[in-house]
């Protein structure tokens, strides 16, 4: 679909780094990437802000990375 068009290479590097992250975790990541916020990612995940919070906390558990870590930032680098 054009959403993975779109973000084709950050996908593939990210898959290639991290090959336990289901489909839910990739299009976050890319969300995030794009620097929408939790407010704007709940319903194209149609689920709960609370939910939300949840996934992104899941992601960053599967990433390994610390709490203090910016997700933003880390996509973007």
Do not use: C
């Amino acid at each position: 679909d054009s959403f993975e068009e779109i973000h084709h290479i950050f996908l593939k590097n990210l898959k290639k780094k991290f090959p336990n992250l289901s489909k839910d975790d990739m299009q976050l990541a890319t969300y995030i990437r794009m620097n929408l916020t939790s407010k704007e990612m709940a319903p194209l995940f149609n689920i709960s802000l609370r939910g939300l919070e949840n996934k992104r906390y899941r992601l960053r558990k599967k990433l390994g990375l610390p709490v203090d870590e910016n997700l933003h930032s880390y996509f973007n680098t």
